[in-house]
């Protein structure tokens, strides 16, 4: 167990709805980064947020989108789904809101669009 | 933009050989990381290299950072079939994202 904890682990849904899925990062740590595992794009960084703040953002679609509440849990809401976002999403924590030395990976969530 | 590549993408070797992994990165970067993915399951961190000249060793591991020819390699050595999985490696440089490579599919064949 990482530490970082990440549900649901499985979700099937279908075109054209929405999910979220929610993350709670390692024991303080404030830094909340959220990646996006495909077989056709690899390991693509989404966004991240520290300590309730975005704080960088990468390849993230405008139908996704994120927070990071007080508590430091965040959440991923990805709304008009397509086939296409069947993907892993991995959240990771780390302390600090630079690169850390240790970037932990939650367990990850898969997502399967019909 | 960082650019990661790893190569090769695939990897099929036999018990008790000895092989290197090579990860290139395109600009600058702060630190090197080398991640473990078992099929289906998440990213289990093996080292972070920091420095030029950085060597990591743990168990059958061992990870060197080369700066200058912005070059990192994780070696294999006497592999067993417990090593079969896919390593990541991934740079990144100060405030910026975490950018990984496309992975390496190591598949030990007893």
């Known amino acids: 167990d990482s530490g970082v904890t990440q549900t649901p682990k499985h979700l099937i849904t279908a075109t054209g709805q929405r999910v979220t899925l929610r993350c709670s990062p390692r024991?303080?740590?404030?830094?909340v980064y959220w990646y996006q595992q495909s077989l056709d794009q690899g390991l693509q960084f989404l966004i991240q947020y520290y300590n309730g703040e975005e704080r960088a953002k990468g390849n993230i679609l405008e139908r996704f989108s994120a927070q990071q509440f007080p508590d430091l849990h965040s959440e991923l809401n990805l709304s008009s789904l397509e086939l296409g976002d069947s993907a892993l999403y991995f959240c990771?924590?780390?302390?600090?809101?630079?690169?850390?030395?240790?970037?932990?990976f939650g367990a990850g969530s898969r997502l399967t669009v019909l | 933009e960082l650019k990661v590549e790893q190569n090769p993408l695939f990897l099929s070797m036999q018990e008790g050989k000895n092989y290197t992994i090579y990860c290139n990165y395109s600009?600058?970067?702060?630190?090197l990381y080398w991640y473990r993915q078992d099929p289906g399951k998440s990213l289990e961190s093996l080292f972070v290299l920091l420095s030029n000249g950085a060597v990591k060793q743990e168990g059958r591991l061992m990870a060197s950072l080369d700066t200058k020819a912005r070059l990192s390699t994780l070696h294999i050595t006497a592999a067993v079939h417990d090593l079969s999985a896919t390593y990541f490696c991934?740079?990144?440089?100060?405030?910026?994202?975490?950018?990984f490579g496309t992975g390496t599919r190591l598949t030990i064949i007893p």
């Open positions: 991934a740079g990144g440089f100060g405030n910026e994202k975490l950018t």
């Open positions: 600009t600058t970067s702060d630190r």
């Open positions: 990771a924590s780390s302390e600090g809101q630079y690169l850390p030395n240790v970037l932990t």
């Open positions: 024991s303080g740590d404030l830094s």
